[in-house]
C-alpha cells in the first residue's frame, strides 16, 4: 500500500496556469510561486466583486476521536466527485501548522487518493504566510517591549502585557518564560510566554480580513497591554500597524494549487479550531464562491466547535450562507464513542454503536434545528465496517431526516464519492436561505450568547463563570465590545468541557475559567477547560520518521 506523499509524487501535476484558466484567471491575476502554487493578485477580489456566487458547501464532523474520520479527505474527495458530476467545482481550505506536521497529527493536505497538492509544500514552508503571521505578531512584541523601555509613552503595567511571542512548532518550553533579564540595557524583565502561529490573533485577524485597509484598522484594534489604571493599550497605540501590514501585504493573498486530479483549490489561512473560528480566509471563500458553481470549504474539529463558529463568527461577519452541511462520520469513530477501545474498534459491536450514535444525532438535530441548514453524513467507509453497522448508521441518521452517503475517496478519489456529491447537491438545490439562522443574536449580551451556544449546541444545562470571568465579560461590554460574537475555547474530543465524557453528555454545567477579547479579529475568547495555545510534542513526534534523500525528496509526511 503506497503511503500518502508516494501517491502524492506520482501524481502528474497541471502547471499553475492551466490550473488557473479553470477557473477563467488571467495571468495577469496570479503571480506564480514555482511552477505548481501560486499567489492571485490583490486586484482579482475587487475584480469580482459584482459576480454570482456559486453554492458554499460546509464539511463539518462528529467530535473527533482516536480513530479518526478523515473530514479533510471528504472534502477534497468531494470537490473531485462534484467535477465528476460535472460540476464547476473548488476547494476552499485553510493552510497546515508546522507544529501538528512535526508532532502528532501529521499534515492537513488529505489522504490517499484524495489530497490536495503539492504535498510536501503545502504541509512545510508553502508560501511563507505562516512565516509572515509570525513576523508580524513578534514584531507588535518588539514594539510593546521597545515601547515600556523608551520612557514608557503608554504607561503600559509591564506586569499586564497581554501579547504574547509567538513560532510555528510545538514547544511547550517556551510557553512561560521570563525575558528581558541582563539588566536595563535589555529591556524590562516580565513575565512572557509564546503561542503557536495558529493561536495568534494575527492570524485570527487576517483571516477575517477583507482588504489590507481593513486588515491595517483591525491590527489597530489589537489589545496588547492594559495600563497602570486599567485601560486597554493597542497595537495602534504603539503605532505598529503599518509596519505589520506590510509584513502581512503578500499573505493576503490566497495560494492556489490543486488536487490530484488537478480540480483548483485555494489553501490559505489556518486559524485553531478551539482557540479562534477553525476555518481559512474570508477573502479565499469569497473569491472562490465568485469564480465557481461549487465551492467545499471545511471547518476544524467536530461542528460544536469547526461548524458553530463559522457560523457564528465567519459567516456572521462575511454574509455567507451554506447550502448544504456536510456532516463527517466513520463506524469506527462512533464506536469509539461508543466506549470501545481503540484495539477492539474493527470488530462489529451494534450496542455500542448505537450509543455513539448519540454524537452523530446531536449534531445533526443542531445543523438542522438550530441553523436551519440541511446535512448529509459522509460515512467514511473502513473495510471493517459491516453491513449491519451501515444500516444502523443510515437509520439513524434518517430519525432526523437526514441521508446518508458511502465514501471511498480515499482509495478512489473523486469516483468513491459520486454518491456523496449527488445527495449534497440534491439537499443544496433545495436550501432556503431565509432559513438560515445564528445561534444567537447579536445584541444579546455576551454572557448570555455563551449560554446560548453551551445550552443550545453543547447541550449543558447550565455555565458557570468565575468572578475573574464576569468581571472581564463587564468590563468588555463597558469598553464597546458587547455586539461581538464569541468564540468558546474548550476541548474538541467532547460536547461536554470534559474530553472523557464522550457521546452526547447531557445535565453538565459548563464552567468558564477566563475571558479575553480579540479585538483584532472581532470576537470575545471565552475558556473553558485547559487549552493550550503552544502544544508540546509527543512521546514519539512525527518529526523522527520525516526525512530527505541525497536528491532532495522529502519522505515520511503523511
Same mark, same amino acid.
Given at each position: 500500500?503506497?503511503?500518502?506523499?508516494?501517491?502524492?509524487?506520482?501524481?502528474?501535476?497541471?502547471?499553475?496556469?492551466?490550473?488557473?484558466?479553470?477557473?477563467?484567471?488571467?495571468?495577469?491575476?496570479?503571480?506564480?510561486?514555482?511552477?505548481?502554487?501560486?499567489?492571485?493578485?490583490?486586484?482579482?477580489?475587487?475584480?469580482?466583486?459584482?459576480?454570482?456566487?456559486?453554492?458554499?458547501?460546509?464539511?463539518?464532523?462528529?467530535?473527533?476521536?482516536?480513530?479518526?474520520?478523515?473530514?479533510?479527505?471528504?472534502?477534497?474527495?468531494?470537490?473531485?466527485?462534484?467535477?465528476?458530476?460535472?460540476?464547476?467545482?473548488?476547494?476552499?481550505?485553510?493552510?497546515?501548522?508546522?507544529?501538528?506536521?512535526?508532532?502528532?497529527?501529521?499534515?492537513?493536505?488529505?489522504?490517499?487518493?484524495?489530497?490536495?497538492?503539492?504535498?510536501?509544500?503545502?504541509?512545510?514552508?508553502?508560501?511563507?504566510?505562516?512565516?509572515?503571521?509570525?513576523?508580524?505578531?513578534?514584531?507588535?512584541?518588539?514594539?510593546?517591549?521597545?515601547?515600556?523601555?523608551?520612557?514608557?509613552?503608554?504607561?503600559?503595567?509591564?506586569?499586564?502585557?497581554?501579547?504574547?511571542?509567538?513560532?510555528?512548532?510545538?514547544?511547550?518550553?517556551?510557553?512561560?518564560?521570563?525575558?528581558?533579564?541582563?539588566?536595563?540595557?535589555?529591556?524590562?524583565?516580565?513575565?512572557?510566554?509564546?503561542?503557536?502561529?495558529?493561536?495568534?490573533?494575527?492570524?485570527?485577524?487576517?483571516?477575517?480580513?477583507?482588504?489590507?485597509?481593513?486588515?491595517?484598522?483591525?491590527?489597530?484594534?489589537?489589545?496588547?497591554?492594559?495600563?497602570?489604571?486599567?485601560?486597554?493599550?493597542?497595537?495602534?497605540?504603539?503605532?505598529?500597524?503599518?509596519?505589520?501590514?506590510?509584513?502581512?501585504?503578500?499573505?493576503?493573498?490566497?495560494?492556489?494549487?490543486?488536487?490530484?486530479?488537478?480540480?483548483?483549490?485555494?489553501?490559505?489561512?489556518?486559524?485553531?479550531?478551539?482557540?479562534?473560528?477553525?476555518?481559512?480566509?474570508?477573502?479565499?471563500?469569497?473569491?472562490?464562491? $465568485?469564480?465557481?458553481?461549487?465551492? #467545499?470549504? &471545511?471547518?476544524?474539529?467536530? =461542528? /460544536?466547535?469547526? @461548524?458553530?463558529? *463559522?457560523?457564528?463568527?465567519?459567516?456572521?461577519?462575511?454574509?455567507?450562507?451554506?447550502?448544504?452541511?456536510?456532516?463527517?462520520?466513520?463506524?469506527?469513530?462512533?464506536?469509539?464513542?461508543?466506549?470501545?477501545?481503540?484495539?477492539?474498534?474493527?470488530?462489529?459491536?451494534?450496542?455500542?454503536?448505537?450509543?455513539?450514535?448519540?454524537?452523530?444525532?446531536?449534531?445533526?438535530?443542531?445543523?438542522?434545528?438550530?441553523?436551519?441548514?440541511?446535512?448529509?453524513?459522509?460515512?467514511?467507509?473502513?473495510?471493517?465496517?459491516?453491513?449491519?453497522?451501515?444500516?444502523?448508521?443510515?437509520?439513524?441518521?434518517?430519525?432526523?431526516?437526514?441521508?446518508?452517503?458511502?465514501?471511498?475517496?480515499?482509495?478512489?478519489?473523486?469516483?468513491?464519492? $459520486?454518491?456523496?456529491?449527488?445527495? #449534497?447537491? &440534491?439537499?443544496?438545490?433545495? =436550501? /432556503?436561505?431565509? @432559513?438560515?439562522? *445564528?445561534?444567537?443574536?447579536?445584541?444579546?449580551?455576551?454572557?448570555?450568547?455563551?449560554?446560548?451556544?453551551?445550552?443550545?449546541?453543547?447541550?449543558?444545562?447550565?455555565?458557570?463563570?468565575?468572578?475573574?470571568?464576569?468581571?472581564?465579560?463587564?468590563?468588555?461590554?463597558?469598553?464597546?465590545?458587547?455586539?461581538?460574537?464569541?468564540?468558546?475555547?474548550?476541548?474538541?474530543?467532547?460536547?461536554?468541557?470534559?474530553?472523557?465524557?464522550?457521546?452526547?453528555?447531557?445535565?453538565?454545567?459548563?464552567?468558564?475559567?477566563?475571558?479575553?477579547?480579540?479585538?483584532?479579529?472581532?470576537?470575545?475568547?471565552?475558556?473553558?477547560?485547559?487549552?493550550?495555545?503552544?502544544?508540546?510534542?509527543?512521546?514519539?513526534?512525527?518529526?523522527?520518521?520525516?526525512?530527505?534523500?541525497?536528491?532532495?525528496?522529502?519522505?515520511?509526511?503523511?
Amino acid at each position: 500500500m503506497l503511503s500518502d506523499i508516494e501517491i502524492a509524487k506520482q501524481a502528474k501535476m497541471l502547471k499553475i496556469g492551466e490550473v488557473a484558466a479553470k477557473l477563467g484567471i488571467s495571468e495577469d491575476e496570479y503571480e506564480p510561486y514555482g511552477h505548481y502554487k501560486a499567489k492571485l493578485s490583490e486586484s482579482l477580489y475587487a475584480k469580482t466583486k459584482n459576480d454570482p456566487d456559486g453554492k458554499l458547501i460546509l464539511v463539518t464532523a462528529i467530535n473527533p476521536t482516536p480513530a479518526g474520520e478523515g473530514k479533510t479527505t471528504i472534502s477534497v474527495g468531494l470537490a473531485e466527485s462534484m467535477n465528476k458530476i460535472g460540476k464547476k467545482a473548488m476547494l476552499a481550505l485553510r493552510e497546515p501548522s508546522l507544529g501538528p506536521v512535526f508532532g502528532i497529527k501529521g499534515g492537513a493536505a488529505g489522504g490517499g487518493y484524495a489530497q490536495v497538492i503539492p504535498m510536501e509544500d503545502i504541509n512545510l514552508h508553502f508560501t511563507g504566510d505562516m512565516h509572515a503571521i509570525t513576523a508580524a505578531n513578534n514584531l507588535i512584541a518588539a514594539m510593546v517591549d521597545n515601547s515600556i523601555q523608551q520612557g514608557n509613552p503608554c504607561r503600559i503595567d509591564p506586569r499586564r502585557v497581554t501579547w504574547k511571542r509567538c513560532m510555528d512548532m510545538n514547544d511547550r518550553q517556551l510557553r512561560s518564560v521570563i525575558d528581558g533579564l541582563g539588566g536595563k540595557p535589555n529591556g524590562t524583565p516580565r513575565e512572557d510566554g509564546f503561542d503557536i502561529t495558529t493561536a495568534s490573533e494575527i492570524m485570527a485577524t487576517l483571516c477575517l480580513a477583507s482588504s489590507i485597509a481593513d486588515l491595517k484598522a483591525r491590527i489597530a484594534r489589537i489589545v496588547v497591554a492594559r495600563t497602570y489604571d486599567d485601560q486597554p493599550v493597542t497595537a495602534g497605540d504603539i503605532h505598529a500597524q503599518g509596519a505589520a501590514a506590510a509584513l502581512l501585504k503578500d499573505a493576503l493573498r490566497p495560494n492556489l494549487v490543486q488536487t490530484l486530479i488537478g480540480t483548483p483549490a485555494f489553501v490559505h489561512g489556518g486559524p485553531f479550531a478551539n482557540i479562534a473560528h477553525g476555518c481559512n480566509t474570508v477573502i479565499a471563500t469569497q473569491t472562490a464562491l $465568485r469564480l465557481a458553481d461549487v465551492v #467545499v470549504t &471545511e471547518a476544524g474539529f467536530g =461542528a /460544536d466547535l469547526g @461548524a458553530e463558529k *463559522f457560523i457564528d463568527i465567519k459567516c456572521r461577519m462575511a454574509n455567507l450562507v451554506p447550502s448544504a452541511v456536510v456532516l463527517v462520520a466513520t463506524v469506527r469513530a462512533l464506536k469509539s464513542h461508543g466506549g470501545v477501545a481503540k484495539a477492539e474498534l474493527g470488530e462489529e459491536n451494534l450496542e455500542a454503536l448505537e450509543r455513539g450514535l448519540s454524537n452523530l444525532r446531536r449534531h445533526l438535530r443542531n445543523i438542522r434545528e438550530v441553523w436551519g441548514l440541511r446535512p448529509v453524513v459522509a460515512l467514511n467507509r473502513f473495510t471493517s465496517d459491516t453491513d449491519a453497522e451501515i444500516e444502523l448508521v443510515r437509520r439513524a441518521a434518517a430519525e432526523t431526516g437526514a441521508k446518508v452517503a458511502l465514501c471511498e475517496v480515499w482509495a478512489k478519489g473523486g469516483e468513491g464519492g $459520486r454518491e456523496l456529491a449527488k445527495l #449534497v447537491m &440534491e439537499e443544496a438545490s433545495h =436550501a /432556503d436561505p431565509a @432559513a438560515f439562522t *445564528f445561534t444567537y443574536p447579536d445584541d444579546m449580551p455576551l454572557a448570555d450568547k455563551i449560554r446560548a451556544v453551551a445550552t443550545r449546541i453543547y447541550g449543558a444545562k447550565n455555565v458557570s463563570f468565575t468572578p475573574a470571568a464576569m468581571k472581564t465579560l463587564k468590563q468588555l461590554t463597558d469598553e464597546g465590545c458587547g455586539r461581538m460574537p464569541v468564540c468558546i475555547a474548550k476541548t474538541q474530543y467532547s460536547f461536554s468541557d470534559d474530553p472523557k465524557k464522550l457521546g452526547a453528555p447531557e445535565g453538565f454545567t459548563l464552567t468558564i475559567r477566563s475571558v479575553r477579547v480579540s479585538a483584532g479579529a472581532g470576537f470575545v475568547v471565552a475558556l473553558s477547560g485547559d487549552i493550550m495555545t503552544m502544544p508540546g510534542l509527543p512521546k514519539v513526534p512525527a518529526a523522527v520518521n520525516i526525512d530527505v534523500t541525497d536528491d532532495g525528496k522529502i519522505t515520511g509526511l503523511f
